[in-house]
């Protein structure tokens, strides 16, 4: 009877998971800026065959200048289901579901109960942080990235705990392996394991430890073999990472993205943890004085990444609101602590249980704690927040996308536009590639007589409409398609 409740609570979770994790990957058109650079990079990767230098527009890309760990796996995906939105995107989503199976086995081994892992994860999936903006289902490198700081973080945990040097070597290659999906915010987590080797008086043992040196040079060999080999084939790779991603990122604000010290906390409690960040000071409250030995540890642990990891962001100059992201899996922990205190204050109740079955009121109070987080995370997987002010960013794609579908006739059709805007790209290369040629018009100066155009941007609107006589074949969301007749 117990062995079938524990599989019927983890088949339960599983079917909680699958709906903000997986489900309506491909509604939302890849949305500009980092999404959609990538979707050009793992396109051109998959399109040309070059697999260790990213390219954007047949060059090597020395903008976006993360290694290719996720393209990588977003080119495996499109050679599996084809080049579209879920090949993209399912590499976050699976990387989501690895994190919480990571943090379940972690508490049944460690904590000898799968409980603060389930709660952990109902957590994390109706977190708007995690889940959204840049989150586990975007085809970012915020979901793969977090997936190898979470277990990094907890083999480097077990290590303390056991001294098994399987897990400082399991630490290094996942360690390794953060970095070789977005680079130096891979080891952010950094100060904040120093912090605890101090705390625990573990560093001097560290220090003496000829695996620790072996681990090392692991992930030195794993890490620089890559950037080096990347330099080789293109030089003036190095320079770029040091622009984008060191000093230049760290030191001085980067296309604008300047915030105050206290913007992620602001975020955290207005959006992304709204639902959760109470729990956090309750749950350091409880666990740093909880008589479980191993909720103490794991709550001070959980603490010192949390705190020093928000430290480093916030101190940053430049600021975005995904940044955060790696910190949400012990966010959730900790606030996993004070959720289970009652749950397991519910189940060992006798007064309680000599009228209720011991397994009945835990669950009902879990269903009330999750119920409308969840809801709301679902109304948002169902129905993805749109802002007016964000409509230019995506309507084309959006047309694009339902023209690819639809298989509209876009033949010989001009597509005008004068900003950058990848996303659209995508689209412009996947209609070409099913037999649609839909050609880039160019400046909007040269369109004449006779071409069809289709077009976002108001000005553009207001030139053509005040410069020819037209025929709008479509208007719809922001989106015209025209037939340009004799100039006024």
């Not at 605890?196 to 681990?215: A, D, S, T, V, W």
């Amino acid at each position: 009877m117990r062995k079938k409740y524990s599989y019927l609570k983890f088949i339960v979770l599983g079917i909680l998971i699958y709906i903000p994790v997986f489900s309506h990957l491909d509604t939302l058109p890849i949305q500009l800026w980092d999404e959609s650079r990538l979707a050009i990079n793992a396109y051109e990767m998959h399109h040309f065959g070059q697999y260790l230098v990213t390219h954007f527009d047949g060059l090597p890309d020395l903008w976006n200048t993360k290694p290719p760990l996720l393209i990588w796996m977003q080119v495996f995906w499109m050679k599996i289901i084809g080049v579209n939105e879920i090949a993209l995107r399912l590499p976050s989503s699976l990387a989501a579901l690895l994190t919480i199976i990571s943090i379940l086995i972690f508490s049944c081994r460690y904590l000898k109960s799968s409980w603060l892992g389930i709660i952990t994860a109902l957590i994390l999936i109706t977190s708007y942080g995690y889940v959204f903006n840049h989150g586990i289902r975007s085809a970012n490198y915020d979901g793969l990235l977090t997936l190898f700081t979470t277990i990094s973080g907890l083999l480097f945990y077990s290590f303390i705990e056991t001294k098994k040097n399987k897990f400082l070597y399991g630490f290094f290659i996942t360690l390794g392996l953060a970095v070789l999906t977005k680079s130096i915010t891979g080891l952010l987590f950094g100060p904040a394991f120093l912090v605890y080797l101090i705390l625990r008086k573990e560093l001097i043992p560290l220090l003496k430890n000829k695996h620790f040196y072996i681990g090392l040079l692991s992930f030195i060999f794993l890490v620089g073999g890559f950037y080096i080999t990347r330099e080789i084939m293109s030089p003036g790779y190095l320079e770029a990472v040091y622009t984008n991603e060191l000093g230049g990122r760290y030191l001085e604000t980067i296309e604008h993205h300047s915030n105050s010290f206290w913007y992620y906390f602001d975020q955290l409690i207005d959006q992304n943890f709204s639902f959760w960040y109470l729990l956090v000071p309750i749950g350091m409250a409880i666990g740093f004085s909880h008589t479980n030995a191993k909720i103490k540890w794991l709550t001070i642990y959980s603490s010192i990444l949390v705190g020093v990891f928000f430290l480093v962001i916030s101190v940053s100059q430049t600021k975005l609101s995904w940044y955060d992201i790696p910190l949400f899996p012990f966010l959730a922990i900790i606030s996993a602590v004070p959720v289970l205190f009652v749950f397991e204050l519910l189940e060992t109740s006798k007064v309680i249980n000599k009228k209720l079955n011991h397994k009945v009121l835990p669950v009902i109070f879990l269903f009330l704690v999750f119920a409308t987080p969840y809801q709301e995370t679902i109304d948002t997987v169902h129905d993805p927040k749109k802002y007016k002010w964000d409509q230019s960013f995506y309507s084309m794609a959006q047309y694009l996308k339902d023209a690819l579908k639809n298989k509209e006739d876009l033949n010989g059709v001009l597509y005008v536009n004068t900003e950058y805007m990848p996303n659209n790209e995508f689209y412009l290369h996947l209609l070409r590639d099913s037999g649609i040629d839909i050609v880039n018009g160019g400046s909007y100066l040269n369109i004449q007589s006779g071409d069809t155009i289709i077009a976002y941007q108001p000005f553009l609107f207001d030139y053509f409409e005040s410069q020819f006589d037209v025929a709008i074949l479509y208007d719809y969301k922001g989106v015209k398609k025209y037939q340009i007749n004799a100039r006024k």
